[in-house]
């Protein structure tokens, strides 16, 4: 079982809709969680970072983490064609220092 | 503030030939790591770099390793490509080793044939 997973889609929504993005994790110590954006053919950018359980919003994205049932989730409201990329949820494991465990990333496609 | 910036952008070499890429680290970052990302698939740890040492090494062989310079600029070296080497390979750099946010740059495509 893989620490991190994630649905690779593709997922495609029209213009306007509410896009709801997923992963489960294996371990009960991840503590931090983050979403980062990556379009096609560049680096994964930062988009939200969450501790605990519970829902942090930033404009029009939410994540949401359940630690109960080991579930995150990234909720996109009116989707943009600007938002069509891939969409990796990242946990951090320290031990000194930090790596970043990553699922393998959504492909969403948002069309007008 | 400037960014994580790599280079090259993009390369081929052939199997058997060593490379080496290049990162300078985001402004005032002391911590550089790279990443190796396949196609279709989530960015996977190779090592951290902390004040010029290795900090820690996910699961890839001797032949991947690294340098960090005074300046926190960082460089990867591969020797021996292999075909499954091809993919993208990512910097990243945060403020402190144990600092969970870490920002990224372009990424280099590396090729072998």
């Known amino acids: 079982q893989k620490e991190v997973e994630q649905d690779p889609g593709p997922l495609s929504v029209p213009e306007g809709a509410i896009v709801s993005l997923n992963c489960t994790y294996s371990?009960?110590?991840?503590?931090?969680f983050m979403w980062y954006r990556q379009y096609s053919r560049k680096g994964p950018e930062l988009l939200m970072y969450t501790y605990s359980s519970g829902n942090k919003e930033d404009g029009r994205f939410t994540a949401q983490v359940d630690k109960s049932s080991k579930y995150i989730s990234l909720f996109i409201r009116d989707s943009q064609p600007s938002d069509s990329a891939t969409y990796l949820c990242a946990t951090p494991v320290s031990g000194g220092y930090n790596k970043l465990i990553f699922g393998a990333g959504t492909r969403l496609a948002v069309h007008p | 503030e400037t960014g994580v910036t790599q280079s090259p952008t993009h390369l081929i070499k052939t199997r058997g030939q060593q490379v080496t890429l290049r990162c300078s680290s985001q402004s005032g970052h002391n911590t550089v790591s790279w990443y190796q990302q396949a196609l279709g698939q989530g960015p996977q740890f190779i090592f951290q770099y902390y004040r010029e040492e290795e900090n820690g090494r996910g699961n890839f062989p001797p032949r991947f390793s690294g340098l960090q310079f005074p300046n926190y600029s960082s460089e990867l070296n591969v020797n021996a490509l292999e075909l499954d080497d091809s993919a993208l390979y990512l910097c990243?750099?945060?403020?402190?080793?144990?600092?969970?946010?870490?920002?990224f740059g372009p990424g280099t495509r590396l090729t072998v044939t």
């Open positions: 371990n009960s110590a991840f503590q931090y």
């Open positions: 990243a750099s945060s403020p402190n080793r144990q600092g969970a946010e870490q920002y």
